[in-house]
């Protein structure tokens, strides 16, 4: 995460800027159903590699003035409404935590108490579609709170600041950090054991190379929060691979990353994707995330790593049809590419939009 803070004053007024970059993350054990709505806690622990934020990030600019008369926010150049339990309970967090900031030379002097009754303005940018199954509430959500926290001085460690981002989506708690990551689903009734924690960091695993192949950049028909509200209430799939499966993924996959045991790691990321969808299928009425542009890719690289004495490439699709594959080294990754354009040559009909490759993540300057 990258931020810089820049004051500006006029005679009358003040305004305090800070600008927060915050990359996506895709889960590899994956993250569908809550046991409580309001306070978003999972049904299981999730694990995710956050990605490059060169190529997948959110980018949000707060302000904060005496001038402003209410919080505001634009998403992609267009004012949305901040009326939603998530961004308020994101804001309240965070302002309760928020401290003195004092700049003399500027002139700026905000005292704890006085945050209550200033405003902040909000404008966020992905440079990636929006709803449209790359996990944009996760960077979107995360830099949110991110850039709050440095505008209102909050001294929290990043595992509180995760505790906060998940309340705006739960996905968002695994994106305050690099590397391979793990939200642990706590206990607890409040909450307060549920955040995110980080598995291996950075440069750990440096070999891997990332390719998104987007399938479409249309925003999805069933967003994430109501398609896993509606698996919750109706796939008993979902309790079974809730209960009895993911906990012994989770484990396994922590092994497989830790000794960079790809074999493991693509077993285990591929059949995590197929239960995550056939819990969809399970759902009454069936949720379709994938198309068949996405089953052709699952097929090509099945039939790929058939072919291979060993595994080249994972695959794992989001909920919606675009597809993040992770190739075991840049070999493996240039080879992808050439069969991804071998079999969706570019064109005007193109079944695949763009790719995007991209590191396994980035140095995160935690602030
Ligand atoms: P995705 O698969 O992209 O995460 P979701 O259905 O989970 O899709 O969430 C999409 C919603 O997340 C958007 O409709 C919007 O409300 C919110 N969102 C996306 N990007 C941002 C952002 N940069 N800042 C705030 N909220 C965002
Ligand atoms: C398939 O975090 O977007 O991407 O908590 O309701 O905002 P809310 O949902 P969200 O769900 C993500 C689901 C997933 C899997 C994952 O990221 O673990
Ligand atoms: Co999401």
Known sequence: MAEEAAVVTAEKSWVRIVTGQTPTNIAVIKYWGKRDE????????????????NHLCTTTTVAVSPAFDKDRMWLNGKEISLAGDRFQNCLREIRKRATDVEEEEKGIKIAKKDWENLHVHIASYNNFP????????AAGLACLVFSLARLMNVKEDQGQLSAIARQGSGSACRSLYGGFVKWIMG?????????????????????????IAVVSSQQKETSSTSGMRESVET?????????????????????????KDFPSFARLTCADSNQFHATCLDTTPPIFYMNDTSHKIISIVEKWNRAETTPQVAYTFDAGPNAVLIARDRKAATQLLQRMLYYFPPGADADLNSFVVGDKSILQDAG
Do not use: C, Y
């Not at 929006?130 to 509430?137: D, I, K, Q, R």
């Open 130 to 137: 929006t709803a449209a199954g790359l996990a944009s509430s």
């Open 187 to 211: 206990k607890s009734e409040d909450g307060s054991d549920s955040f995110a924690v980080q598995v291996t960091d950075e440069k750990h695993w440096d070999d891997l190379v990332i390719l």
């Open 235 to 259: 796939s008993l799939l979902l309790k079974h691979r809730a209960q009895e499966i993911v906990p012994k993924r989770i484990l396994q996959m922590e092994e497989a990353i830790k000794n």
């Open 38 to 53: 309001n306070l978003i806690l999972p049904i299981n622990d999730s694990i995710s590699v956050t990605l490059d934020p």
